[in-house]
T-cell receptor, first 115, second 115 residues
Framework: DAKTTQPNSMESNEEEPVHLPCNHSTISGTDYIHWYRQLPSQGPEYVIHGLTSNVNNRMASLAIAEDRKSSTLILHRATLRDAAVYYCIDGRSNAGGTSYGKLTFGQGTILTVHP | GAVVSQHPSWVICKSGTSVKIECRSLDFQATTMFWYRQFPKQSLMLMAT?????????EQGVEKDKFLINHASLTLSTLTVTSAHPEDSSFYIC???????????FGPGTRLTVT
């Protein structure tokens, strides 16, 4: 399975931007980059996904390097509710295969937000 | 939109008994559902992928006769842990994906404790 590398933990102050990095040097050309987050004792929550171009939604922005070997999840103004484990996932996209849509979760980055 | 529910949210059972966990997509049709297991302070581990109307595909090392998965309709998948043992105690999480979609929508999880 393709793997991603993330820092174990990061800290931020409330209302400041947060940049969460992820390395995915073995990503294939058709695999999407997915970000999910998980609060304690809850199921993960979809954050954003992208292929090549930078992506924005109401939760975050995703900046993807030109060579696609790394990406950065950007939370523009961190709140206390953003404290969670953030997972960067190299998602398989081979449509029709049994691995289509599979997400392999790594250890993620624990984000702590200080008031 | 895109809400996934799980029932029960927590369950305690005696060793040797079976437990059924339901996963429902409330406002969309889920052609594919996934079942994950998460032990304390660890990441999610994919157990199996189920497509509506067909047999589930289990990940390596997951006993298909112990973890029975049924995806009987486009809105319901069930996971039955048969002859549960204390080592099966874990947080079980399901997710659902629409046909052609890339995002997975996760349920809130079911905490299983086997005594």
């Amino acid at each position: 399975d393709a793997k991603t590398t993330q820092p174990n933990s990061m800290e931020s102050n409330e209302e400041e931007p947060v940049h969460l990095p992820c390395n995915h040097s073995t990503i294939s050309g058709t695999d999407y980059i997915h970000w999910y987050r998980q609060l304690p004792s809850q199921g993960p929550e979809y954050v954003i996904h992208g292929l090549t171009s930078n992506v924005n939604n109401r939760m975050a922005s995703l900046a993807i390097a030109e060579d696609r070997k790394s990406s950065t999840l950007i939370l523009h103004r961190a709140t206390l509710r953003d404290a969670a484990v953030y997972y960067c996932i190299d998602g398989r996209s081979n449509a029709g295969g049994t691995s289509y849509g599979k997400l392999t979760f790594g250890q993620g980055t624990i984000l702590t937000v200080h008031p | 939109g895109a809400v996934v529910s799980q029932h029960p949210s927590w369950v305690i059972c005696k060793s040797g008994t079976s437990v059924k966990i339901e996963c429902r997509s409330l406002d969309f049709q889920a052609t594919t559902m996934f079942w994950y297991r998460q032990f304390p302070k660890q990441s999610l581990m994919l157990m199996a992928t189920s497509n509506e109307g067909s047999k589930a595909t289990y990940e390596q090392g997951v006993e298909k006769d112990k973890f029975l998965i049924n995806h009987a309709s486009l809105t319901l998948s069930t996971l039955t842990v048969t002859s549960a043992h204390p080592e099966d105690s874990s947080f079980y999480i399901c997710s659902a994906r629409v046909r052609g979609g890339y995002e997975q929508y996760f349920g809130p999880g079911t905490r299983l404790t086997v005594t």
